[in-house]
């Protein structure tokens, strides 16, 4: 009976040893099947809605930016005298002008006919054209403007267009395409250049054919200068 019971008490150290090892094996088992779920969980996310972005394309260079006013240099101390010198008489002989002499005026002109912005002085002055400061300039530069916030305005609207016509699985691509706009403001015609890609040819063009469909832009202004030009960029969402 001794020697029976001295066995049992050398196996129980064993037994615990081998009931740690077996919890450890589990619990290694357990963080294993975790990080392979959650990289399934992962790898399964669909992929990336695509952003597509468009720039407007120039016709031509702009131009080269004028040259810088020469400033004029002040003249030397030792000449003050001279200067002062010279207005006094300009004082003295100073004599109102002529009823006929034009009317010089800085600033911008005023609502009424004159050059003033208060009374109707222009029936009652005889002598030659009014002046105000900066030449009257054409009409080109506020048709420039209007062409500018037309084509800004058209680049917004036909992003959000083939962004939601567009069905390609390219995850970044760029092109380029030409633009017609009717008077109405509807897309009369367009030229994709190819960007090396048939099958990506074939899905903007159908992209930009149900765009000319759907989409009506704002008039255009008069005499505006077409087609117009962009460029095409997709590139993944996030």
Not at 39 to 56: L, M
Not at 193 to 217: P, W
């Amino acid at each position: 009976m001794t020697g029976l019971a001295e066995d049992h008490l050398d196996d129980s150290p064993l037994r615990v040893w081998a009931l740690r090892a077996a919890l450890a094996l589990a619990l290694i088992a357990l963080l294993l099947a975790g990080a392979w779920a959650l990289k399934n969980i992962k790898g399964g996310e669909g992929p990336k809605r695509q952003v597509a972005k468009i720039s407007i394309l120039p016709d031509q260079p702009p131009p080269p930016p004028p040259p810088p006013k020469e400033e004029k240099k002040p003249e030397p101390p030792k000449d003050e005298p001279k200067q002062q010198m010279r207005e006094e008489p300009l004082k003295q002989a100073e004599a109102p002008k002529p009823a006929n002499e034009p009317i010089k005026m800085e600033g911008a002109a005023g609502d009424g006919p004159s050059a003033f912005a208060g009374g109707n002085v222009s029936k009652e002055y005889s002598g030659g054209s009014v002046v105000t400061g900066a030449a009257q300039s054409g009409g080109s530069g506020a048709d420039r403007a209007q062409e500018r916030f037309f084509a800004n305005s058209a680049k917004q609207m036909l992003r959000d267009a083939i962004e939601r016509h567009l069905k390609s699985e390219s995850t970044q691509a760029t092109a380029e395409f030409k633009l017609w706009v009717a008077r109405d403001g509807g897309i009369s015609r367009f030229e994709l250049a190819s960007s090396g890609d048939m099958r990506l040819d074939a899905q903007l063009n159908s992209a930009l054919d149900e765009t000319a469909l759907a989409l009506k832009l704002p008039p255009p202004p008069p005499g505006m200068a077409q087609p117009m030009k962009f460029r095409l960029q997709l590139r993944p969402l996030g």
